[in-house]
């Protein structure tokens, strides 16, 4: 059955005014893995603008102006009142603040009335207990309960400083502070216009199921403008819900939490793939969720080991990796160099071996240091020879398997090692047309060689990088070049091989690209920005002629350092 099938089971939706939203029909949570409140007073402005504008200046009632659409909220909801909001919080809780600051300057029959839409009172023939409708993440849930969903204590917030608050109370804060200020310039007619206007004619979509897992797949279907969930967000609550005492769960919470923020929640989602990978160690076929549960959930045993034993450790693998930032207090250069390289690798397939080997291996920096020297040797390979994405995988799920064993890597029948078919293969895409491969690999095989020309501790910070051809691609046809390369076979055979590339820290000047040899170095490669800081472009200054014969001779060297280097 297919994803929309399921989710047109599962789902149910009707359209709701805010005052039957704020009702006794929901009770409103936010689950620990939401993202906290984000809305910032931009947010806030915009919605009030929108409203205020829509309902516009006239006189006539609230109930017989047009509605206006807020957007659609999904909760995980059963037949009792309480909804957990998998999408729709930061809008909730905002329209909770906008009617909160509307109560501090209404009457007061009306600021009642906003009160019982905010506020459920007990009602012991039902055995309830009276509480607000909409309760926060925990770390919020006080300050909200305080400030902003407590009668008469709005104005309280100009007193609390907002160096002395988390980024969602602060954000909480001077949204309330805004509305206050803002809606203290509307007559006292038009406030209440507006009160009503809110809660009578400003509609939200309701989409309710009973899991988590149809909440996310209706999530991703509706893509609803809400700060995304993903399924992170989904692995967190499953994995934070299975510790069940209070003080655990709030301390590995944190846990979860601060790796996510310290990672960015981009690299943490990537992250949660590559250990899949580690732990599956073939491509994915089902969803990212669903395998992570079957193959590193499941043998984990329990959540507590999965964050120690597994999320903490990659993490701390993963970001080394990510930043370069190996240390040692021996040398650890050797391991960062080959970590920026392996970092341009078009692909990231390399990630989770890497992963393993450096988590096995933290404190043994000679021995990090040749793992990385082979492990970049096979991804370049990979890429030059253009191995497609099962072939990669396989590849590394083989030296997952063989990191695990504790295998001799240096072994020549090691899958870290290249066989002398793929380093003949390597050596011809080097030899040919590279500049016919891909942007990204042409430009690493030139950086890459550079960086030997130049010595290894040579680094690349320019914004633009561009790559030339010193033989053009289409000379005219009395230029000099036609001289040199008198036939378009000789020129074919040449033009776009690694002996005629060179690299520019500007971007390309078009006009310039037929110029004749010497006018190209004066006034290209060497022009008023200075000489170019490439070793690779100001080995072409130190040329008198661009012929077949120097061609030949520049092809050989160049590709030799390479052949060298990755040991082809």
């Not at 009770?27 to 409203?51: I, K, N």
């Not at 608050?165 to 804060?173: F, G, I």
């Amino acid at each position: 059955m297919s994803v929309q099938a399921r989710v047109a089971v599962e789902i149910k939706g009707e359209q709701r005014p805010v005052g039957k939203i704020f009702s006794s029909e929901f009770m409103f949570s936010v689950p620990p893995y939401q993202r906290p409140y984000a809305w910032t007073t931009e947010h806030a402005g915009v919605l009030l603008d929108d409203l205020l504008g829509f309902m516009g200046d006239g006189d006539e009632p609230a109930a017989a102006l047009n509605p206006y659409f807020l957007g659609s909220i999904v909760l995980i909801k059963g037949a009792d009142a309480n909804a957990q909001i998998v999408d729709g919080q930061q809008r909730l809780i905002t329209l909770t603040i906008l009617l909160s600051a509307l109560r501090s300057l209404v009457p007061p029959q009306i600021a009642a009335n906003i009160t019982s839409i905010l506020y459920e009172p007990d009602n012991p023939l039902l055995g309830l207990p009276a509480r607000f409708r909409l309760e926060p993440k925990p770390q919020d849930a006080a300050f909200f309960r305080d400030y902003i969903q407590r009668e008469g204590r709005i104005a309280d917030l100009r007193a609390v400083g907002a160096a002395t608050l988390s980024d969602s109370k602060r954000n909480m804060r001077d949204n309330a502070l805004l509305y206050v200020d803002r809606l203290r310039l509307l007559a006292a007619d038009r406030l209440i216009r507006l009160a009503q206007f809110v809660v009578q004619r400003c509609l939200l979509i309701v989409v309710t199921t009973p899991d988590l897992d149809s909440a996310y797949r209706i999530f991703s279907v509706l893509n609803d403008r809400g700060l995304d969930l993903s399924f992170a967000d989904i692995l967190k609550a499953e994995v934070i819900g299975q510790i069940q005492e209070d003080g655990a769960q709030r301390q590995y919470t944190a846990k979860w939490e601060d790796t996510e923020e310290e990672l960015g929640r981009r690299d943490f989602e990537a992250l949660l793939s590559h250990i899949r990978m580690l732990y599956r160690k073939q491509k994915q076929h089902e969803t990212v969720l669903e395998e992570f549960r079957k193959y590193v959930i499941a043998p984990a045993g329990s959540s507590q080991h999965l964050i120690d034993t597994v999320l903490l450790p990659y993490a701390a693998a993963y970001a080394t990796i990510s930043d370069e930032s190996y240390q040692h207090t021996n040398n650890a250069e050797p391991v960062n160099t080959h970590l920026r390289w392996l970092n341009r690798i078009p692909d990231a397939d390399w990630l989770p071996p890497a992963m393993l080997y450096l988590a096995n291996n933290r404190n043994d920096p000679a021995r990090l240091a040749r793992f990385f020297t082979d492990l970049e040797r096979l991804a370049a390979s990979l890429m030059l020879r253009r191995a497609g994405i099962n072939k990669r995988i396989e590849r590394y799920a083989g030296l997952i398997e063989a990191i695990e064993r504790g295998d001799n890597l240096g072994a020549a029948s090691s899958p870290l090692q290249l066989t002398a078919e793929e380093r003949r293969e390597t050596l011809h895409a080097l030899d040919g047309d590279l500049y016919l491969q891909s942007a990204r690999i042409r430009q690493y095989v030139l950086l890459r060689l550079d960086s030997l020309l130049a010595g290894e501790g040579a680094t690349y910070s320019y914004p633009n990088v561009s790559i030339e051809h010193v033989l053009p691609q289409n000379p005219k046809g009395d230029s000099l070049w036609v001289r040199w390369f008198p036939t378009p076979q000789l020129r074919e055979k040449w033009v776009h091989r690694l002996a005629n590339l060179v690299l520019l820290s500007r971007r390309k000047n078009a006009r310039a690209a037929n110029y004749d040899f010497d006018q190209k170095k004066r006034t290209y490669f060497a022009g008023a920005d200075g000489v170019s800081p490439f070793a690779i472009t100001t080995q072409v200054l130190q040329e008198q002629k661009w012929t077949p014969q120097a061609l030949e001779q520049r092809q050989q060297e160049l590709v030799g350092k390479l052949k060298q280097l990755w040991r082809l």
